[in-house]
Structure formats: C-alpha cells, structure tokens
C-alpha cells in the first residue's frame, strides 16, 4: 500500500495431510510452489509488506475504471472533446483545465470500493 501498486496474482490451493497425520495447506502460482500469501505478502513493485488482499476482479475493475476516465479526458470516448472531462469524471469540486492531466488521490482509487448506502 506503500506504493500504489495493484496485481492480480491465482493461487491453486492444496490441502495435504502428512504421515503424522498433520493438515498442511500448500499454495501454488503459476504452476510454482509460493509461501502463503496471507503470512507475509510481499508487493512485487516495492517489496513492501504491507498490502491490501481483496477479491478476485476487484484490481482489474479499478485498473479498468481508471484507464476509461484517462481515456475520457483526452477525448477518445467523449465524442472527440480533447482535454475537458465528461461530468462525473474528476474529483467533486474540482475541473481540469485545457490540457491539464488529472492529478490522482487515493479516494479516487478507492471509490470504486466504497459502499453507498441510501
């Protein structure tokens, strides 16, 4: 979370008992034995320790969300507007001028996982 880094990573998720008798739970990635992503997981682009597991989809349905509102402001999807955003597309309160890029805050990131209630 240090970073801002976001990745999907599959996990195949075996459950084996030893000669003892003893349950031990093996984690696999891309075909490779891995430590278990829940003990000490470790961000591939900083290698902090301190990151944020959340359900499948939800890294590339932020990913997406961010690129479509990039895309937006430079015009390729708002029927060919170049640097002025759709409504909706900045922060509350705030415009971008003319060819300004938009500069991201965390709540931006995050919205998409806020849970509205009404």
């Not at 290698?47 to 939800?58: F, K, P, T």
């Amino acid at each position: 979370m240090r970073c801002g880094h976001g990745w999907e990573q599959a996990y195949e998720i075996q459950h084996q008992v030893d000669a003892g008798g003893q349950t031990h739970v093996v984690y696999y990635a891309d075909g490779e034995r891995v430590p278990s992503p829940l003990t000490r997981p470790t961000c591939l682009n900083c290698g902090g320790n301190v990151v944020r597991i959340m359900r499948a989809g939800q890294v590339s349905m932020v990913s997406n969300a961010i690129a479509s509102m990039h895309q937006r402001q430079h015009g390729t999807k708002n029927g060919g507007r170049r640097g002025s955003a759709a409504a909706g597309d900045t922060a509350a309160g705030s415009t971008a001028a003319e060819g300004e890029r938009h500069h991201w805050h965390l709540s931006d990131l995050l919205h998409p996982f806020h849970h509205h209630r009404g």
